[in-house]
């Protein structure tokens, strides 16, 4: 079985501020996580993947992730908040599940960014 | 290339009714996923098919189902509509259900249900 839990449903932070969105896992294989945001009335766009190669995984419009096994986290950051930024930011594990891999998603972050 | 496409991108339905939603996944895609996610229970996997055939099945009842053409297009039906099974249907599609490759999403089909 696996499992991801967002930490905060709700980040506010400042134009130009960093970003920190939290997400921690738990799978009983070795898991693949990604990172992808939707802005409103789209679909879901892909960030950033982490598939056990890096630990640190750089993905599109400045965003980075980090793989910390020991924490089970895979938690998402940006040095500097840009308002096109403000979205909903969803932590995804995909694990085995019979003959495919399955995607379960974390319940959300809204990011809102301040002027 | 171009993206997954859905149509429609809004619908309207009453209760009881049925409705169904179509999926064109990226070319050479072979793998459709469907999920639906609502404010309340966040993104949920209905399904996903692969040559055709359905290779995951989510926790829905059996008033959902999906097939799956040999074009790979997918279609997804939803009987006797509940005014619960509001909500934005995506659908993904990746080149197939194993590995660790990268499911891309469509911009979804929003269905109301009055």
């Not at chain 1, 995984?57 to 998402?76: M, R």
């Not at chain 2, 660790?100 to 999403?105: D, K, L, M, N």
Request: a positive charge.
């Amino acid at each position: 079985a696996q499992s991801v839990t967002q930490l905060d449903s709700h980040v506010s932070v400042s134009e130009g501020t960093p970003v920190l969105l939290r997400c921690n896992y738990s799978s009983s294989y070795s898991p693949s996580l990604f990172w992808y945001v939707q802005h409103p009335n789209k679909g879901l766009q892909l960030l950033l993947k982490y598939t056990s190669a890096a630990t640190l995984v750089k993905g599109i419009n400045g965003f980075e992730a980090e793989f910390k096994k020991s924490e089970t986290s895979f938690h998402l950051t940006k040095p500097s908040a840009h308002m096109s930024d403000a979205a909903e930011y969803f932590c995804v594990v995909s694990a085995p599940s019979g003959s495919a891999r399955q995607l379960t998603f974390g319940s959300g972050t809204q990011l809102t960014v301040l002027p | 290339k171009a993206g997954v496409t859905q149509t429609p991108r809004y619908l309207i339905k009453t209760r009881g009714q049925q409705v169904t939603l179509s999926c064109s996944p990226i070319s050479g895609h072979r793998s459709v996923s469907w999920y639906q996610q609502t404010p309340g229970q966040g993104l949920q996997f209905l399904f996903e098919y692969f040559s055709e055939t359905q290779r995951n099945k989510g926790n829905f009842p059996g008033r959902f189902s999906g097939r799956q053409f040999s074009n790979s297009r997918s279609e997804m039906n939803v009987s006797t509509l509940e005014l619960g099974d509001s909500a934005l249907y995506l659908c993904a599609s990746r080149t197939e259900p194993g590995g660790q490759e990268t499911q891309y999403f469509g911009p979804g089909t929003r269905l109301l249900v009055l």
